[in-house]
């Protein structure tokens, strides 16, 4: 039974943009083509359609880095193929119905059943939040630097928080619920065996084969940990370094006509000898 709260595919969409970008999509066709091959994947998949031409299971939505404001609220972008990392924030939504199981392909509605009838059949997930840049006064080179905003970190900082707090603890919980779920098939069986020990063996060496897959996956997903760790690291391992000249030095280097004739005497008189001057050009 579907609660009467659900939204709408297309509802819940709009909504997850207002309220994790403060944004919303923009009523272009693009975007429009986007969502229908968005909340089509399910029923292309189900019907051996090629997906990759014609649906996709995901959709990112991104805000761009110089992005359009009307009426008092900012413009997302959506794709279904590709993510622009450099961005003000971005989203990206899941498509559940298009997770098949035998047991689904072998339905006959599988069209009615395979396409998202409202928002519980949608997942969303943050790849980078929304950042709202302070209006401060920049100076003319912090003003042409690009070192001052790095949303591509911000998105692999995320990404780690991901692994690191919850693909790992997942991964430990459903491994302990099969564990306890062997457990105790194995007293069953234990208990109704009268002799032999085949089919308790049987299940103990597959039991034995997952908590091997399980232990392998946990190790992928800490290395993938330890590899977000490394590129953040290696990405701002060198800092940005903004230099700016003295004001004074400033306007003693415009009114210099000719560079191979400075006369810093000339320009700049007593201060050369004044020792708070030249403490100040010097921090």
């Not at 692999?156 to 919850?166: D, E």
Request: with cysteine; aromatic share 4%.
């Amino acid at each position: 039974m579907v609660s009467e709260f659900a939204l709408s595919p297309k509802d819940y969409i709009q909504a997850a943009c207002e309220l994790h970008l403060q944004a919303r999509l923009i009523p272009s066709e693009d975007n429009a083509s986007c969502i229908q091959q968005f909340l089509s994947s399910g029923t292309m998949q189900s019907e051996g359609t090629d997906m990759s031409s014609n649906s996709s299971p995901l959709l990112f939505v991104w805000i761009p880095i110089k992005a359009i404001t009307i009426e008092g609220c900012v413009e997302a972008c959506a794709s279904t193929d590709k993510l622009d990392a450099d961005n003000r924030g971005a989203i990206v939504f899941l498509n559940l119905c298009s997770i098949t199981t035998k047991h689904q392909k072998q339905q006959q509605e599988i069209y009615q059943q395979r396409l998202p009838q409202n928002n519980m059949q949608l997942s969303c997930i943050v790849l980078s939040p929304r950042i709202i840049e302070e209006k401060v006064a920049l100076t003319e080179e912090e003003d042409r630097s690009d070192g001052h905003f790095d949303s591509a970190t911000q998105t692999l900082k995320c990404l780690q928080m991901y692994t690191r707090h919850c693909f790992l603890p997942v991964v430990r919980a459903i491994e302990s619920k099969e564990d306890e779920d062997s457990s105790c098939i194995s007293a069953t069986i234990g208990g109704s065996e009268t002799s032999g020990g085949g089919i308790g063996e049987s299940g103990s060496r597959e039991s034995n084969k997952r908590s091997l897959i399980f232990e392998s996956l946990q190790d992928k997903l800490r290395q993938l940990d330890v590899a977000f760790d490394q590129v953040q690291r290696t990405s701002t391992g060198i800092t940005v370094v903004h230099l700016h000249t003295h004001p004074i030095l400033s306007r003693a280097a415009r009114s210099v006509t000719d560079v191979s004739k400075v006369n810093l005497e000339e320009k700049l008189g007593n201060l050369l000898q004044n020792d708070s001057f030249l403490n100040e050009v010097q921090s």
